[in-house]
Nanobody, 123 residues
């Protein structure tokens, strides 16, 4: 599986962005998927995850109510809608496909990773 994340950019605080993650070489419609992020000097952290059918989602506390994860299995694509962005959201965002079918938080559950897309939020 090859994952390609896109949609990052430089925005002002309060703005919105929508990240996309397109999967190729193999379908990921049976895999749980997730988004993680890594800020400079920090560990990669969990942001959100979604089950294979999209009926279960999980979010880190710091994004609840602001971010929404979704997927379109027909397009083999994962999304992250990010609203009310603040400077603390600045990071490289990575999408990942899990070896399981459920929405998982732990990094070692994920087998396939995208290359990351930079999100920068100015104050």
């Amino acid at each position: 599986v090859q994952l390609q994340a896109s949609g990052g950019g430089l925005v002002q605080a309060g703005a919105s962005l929508r990240l996309s993650c397109a999967a190729s070489r193999r379908t990921v419609s049976n895999n749980g998927m997730g988004w993680f992020r890594q800020a400079p000097g920090k560990e990669r952290e969990f942001v959100a995850s979604i089950s294979w059918r999209g009926d279960n989602t999980d979010y880190a506390d710091f994004v609840k109510g602001r971010f929404t994860i979704s997927r379109d299995n027909a397009k083999n694509t994962l999304y992250l809608q990010m609203n009310s962005l603040n400077p603390e959201d600045t990071a490289v965002y990575y999408c990942a496909a899990s070896l399981t079918s459920y929405a998982a938080r732990t990094r070692n559950t994920y087998r396939y990773w995208g290359q990351g897309t930079q999100v920068t939020v100015s104050s």
